[in-house]
């Protein structure tokens, strides 16, 4: 049997191969490289165990010739659906893009899952979902759901679309809703955005909005211990989960300051006026992972560590110390 990863030559789906294929599952790769790169996979590369596609999940036709071809080698018996837009103001500015890249990617996933008999999702869905909910506490009965981003509205219409989907033809879906996920390989975020910046002008570092949004972050590694925990632990027909890592979270302020201490420590942090650095930016969350740990899973490593080592982590991946 194998698993098809849609976005695997992204920060998410790499890791998420590289785990599969440690556990001696075939994985059947897919990714138009339009954010990913090939040098996230590069050792999976020519592995038995692994096949690589260049494709945009937006052609239907090609995106079924290759499920149709892997299918017959061997039995895809469940999709992990990882490829979407990761530049949420991107998808402000040209709607077309979360139009795209993250809801019809899903769609016609699951077009095609139900054409070729596949019954199990596992979906990288987010809190963008839940929209600015200022400082409540948030959980997966939290609502209504309005998201203040094009990209968190797409998220919203996947996981409404995969919830159809569990009532006529899956027999079982895995909604994962993360928070801020950091780590390597980093291909976008706020830690890199911030190193990329101090990178070039190694005395300023100009940061979006007021530096005093709250997120929690979590390690990928963790990230993807918690979805196989999830996978493994969680029997309903739809499983929706909120990931994190339990804490309220740090501030961008935290972040930029490690990061010039790291990378240049006599630069001068400069902050915007707002609360957002963009918009469609949630400038506050607190998660809750309450359903989560009742299932037994717990984070180890919390915000404030995860950044730390992420921010060691991406340094290093940028500038090879
Ligand atoms: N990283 C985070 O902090 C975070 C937070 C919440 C949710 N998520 C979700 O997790 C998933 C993985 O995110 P990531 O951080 O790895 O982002 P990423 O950009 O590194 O990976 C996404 C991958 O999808 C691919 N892709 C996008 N549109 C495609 C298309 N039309 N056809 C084929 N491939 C396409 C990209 O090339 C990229 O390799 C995404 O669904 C994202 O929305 C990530």
């Not at 920060?11 to 785990?19: E, I, M, R, T, W």
């Not at 260049?54 to 995106?63: A, F, K, S, V, W």
């Not at 590694?221 to 804490?247: Q, T, W």
């Not at 302020?253 to 707002?274: C, H, Q, S």
Request: proline residues 3%; hydrophobic residues 40%; contains cysteine.
């Amino acid at each position: 049997m194998s698993v098809l990863i849609t976005g695997v030559a992204g920060f998410v789906g790499s890791n998420l191969a590289k785990k599969f294929i440690a556990d001696g599952i075939k994985v059947v790769g897919l990714d138009n490289l339009c954010r990913g790169d090939k040098k996230n996979i590069s050792e999976l590369i020519g592995h038995p165990l692994f096949s690589f596609h260049i494709t945009n999940l937006c052609d239907l036709d090609t995106y079924a010739e290759i499920i149709e071809q892997s299918h017959v080698d061997e039995v895809i018996k469940e999709v992990w659906h990882m490829a979407a837009n990761s530049d949420i103001p991107a998808g402000i500015t040209d709607a077309n893009i979360d139009l795209c890249d993250t809801f019809m990617t899903t769609f016609n996933t699951l077009e095609l899952m139900r054409r070729f008999g596949i019954k199990i999702i596992s979906f990288a869905s987010s809190s963008a979902v839940y929209g600015d909910l200022g400082d409540l506490n948030i959980d997966e009965t939290t609502g209504p759901l309005f998201p203040i981003s094009n990209y968190g509205a797409m998220k919203l219409a996947s996981e409404a679309i995969i919830s159809a989907a569990v009532e006529s033809f899956l027999d079982g879906a895995f909604i994962f809703r993360f928070p801020n996920v950091i780590g390597l390989p980093a291909t976008h975020g706020v830690i890199l955005d911030f190193i990329r910046r101090l990178n070039s002008s190694k005395k300023l570092l100009e940061v979006l909005g007021d530096g005093n949004q709250q997120k929690s972050y979590l390690h990928v590694e963790e990230l993807v211990d918690a979805m196989f925990f999830i996978r493994k632990n969680s029997s309903k027909k739809c499983n929706y989960f909120n990931i994190g890592p339990g804490d309220d979270g740090v501030t961008v302020r935290f972040i930029a300051e490690k990061v010039r201490d790291v990378v240049a420590p006599n630069a001068l942090i400069v902050y915007g006026k707002t609360n957002k650095g963009w918009v469609g930016d949630v400038p506050k969350f607190y998660y809750s992972i309450e359903k989560l740990r009742n299932l037994g899973w717990s984070p180890t490593l919390s915000s404030e560590q995860a950044i730390l080592r992420a921010v060691q982590e991406i340094y290093e991946q940028e500038t090879g110390f």
